[in-house]
Each structure stands twice: as structure tokens, then as C-alpha cells.
């Protein structure tokens, strides 16, 4: 079945870097676009960075870009976001999410936390 599985989060201090992980299976991962959320406290989900299925487009939330990449390899069935110039309003819990055969699947999410 399909599976999303988030690592990398943590307690960082503001200006920090993280990167995330999102390691997939039971899916054609080449054939779509993966995208990374976030949920803050008392907050709704709201859409990060995406990623198209090879890669060659890519969006961003305004208030990431610059600071965030999100990235992938189709070889390890894998998506990344590397997030640089942390600041305390980019802590969330973040998830990747795809949707495949016209079903979304979410993974577990991954806290990270911005901090001094």
C-alpha cells in the first residue's frame, strides 16, 4: 500500500537549517508530483513547496521562498525540503502528500520546532 514516511524535523534555532525527508513505496513515485504541507497550532494545513513528477517545476509558499527547497529523487523514491533561515513562525508539524490513482495520502508528519 501506499506509504509516506516524514524524518528529519527538530528543535532548531531561528536562522537554523533543517532538511526533511520523505521516504515513499507502493506507488509509481516517478509519475507524480509530491508536495510538502505544514500545521501550525490552532492552525489549518496550508500547502508548502511542490514538486512535479520529474522535477522540473517547482512552487512555493511566499513567505518560504528563498529560504526553502524542495527537491527529489525519483532513483530513491524520495522527496526532500531543505529549509535554511529558520524562523519561529516555520514551527509546525510537516507532511508530505501525494495523490495517487485519485487518493490522497498524507504521511505522518514530522515536528519541527524554531526556537531559542
Known sequence: QVQLVESGGGLVQPGGSLRLSCATSGFTFSGVAMSWYRQAPGKERELVAAISSIGGTTNYKD?????????RDNAKNAVYLQMNSLKPEDTAVYYCRTIYSGRIYWGQGTQVTVSS
Open 63 to 71: 513567505s518560504v521562498k528563498g529560504r526553502f527547497t524542495i527537491s
